[in-house]
């Protein structure tokens, strides 16, 4: 196995993490049916939009870019997006993760607005139970797995997520 491959071998943590994130798109569109079925679809236009704008903005900066081992695939189609030349990934990622913020507060404020417009007829144990289990997917699981993964990554060292927070660059810095 050549170091840093992701095609090489598919690791246990790999496939949580990737199995976390798909679970709570589900669960984040069940939940946006239950409060409103075409909030669903905005939730799906979403969730494409921002995954878009996370490869475009970040990927390109990331060690696994130029050797097209992402071990979520996003190299497939970031390969389309170019790097401008004085920024480091640590830098973008810092600057930039934040287009993913709406994936992950969408659905927990949806089913909060749905639990409260239903609550007088009673608790809707079905948009509870599937924006609960979005929580525990993405807040929980995909963390701990990420957490896995970060640990042996190639970008370790200059991540924000994955390095120990004094040793990231603030944003502004060259780094």
């Known amino acids: ?38 909030l669903s679809l905005l939730y ?28 979520s695939g996003y190299h497939h189609l970031a390969r389309f997006f170019r790097r401008r030349e004085g920024r480091t990934f640590a830098q973008e990622f810092q600057r930039n993760v934040a287009v993913m913020y709406p994936v ?9 607005y749905g639990l409260i417009r239903d609550l007088p007829a009673g608790l809707n144990w079905g948009l509870l139970t599937a924006v609960m289990l979005f929580c525990v997917a993405g807040f929980v699981v995909l963390p701990l797995a990420s957490r896995r993964i970060c640990a042996g990554c190639a970008n370790a060292a200059e991540c924000p997520r994955g390095a ?3 040793t990231v660059a603030p944003v502004g810095s060259p780094d």
Do not use: K, Q
Request: proline letters at 8%; charged letters at 15%.
């Open 44 to 71: 799906l236009v979403l969730i494409l939009s921002c995954n878009l704008l996370f490869m475009a903005r970040i990927c390109p900066y990331c060690r696994h870019f130029e050797a097209r081992s992402c071990h």
């Open 104 to 112: 992950w507060a969408f659905p927990p404020l949806a089913a909060i």
């Open 1 to 38: 196995m050549r170091d840093g491959d992701a095609r090489a071998v598919v690791r246990w943590p790999v496939i949580v993490e990737t199995a976390a994130l798909f679970l709570m798109y589900a669960l984040g569109l069940v939940a946006a049916w239950l409060v409103w079925p075409p």
């Open 164 to 166: 120990r927070r004094d």
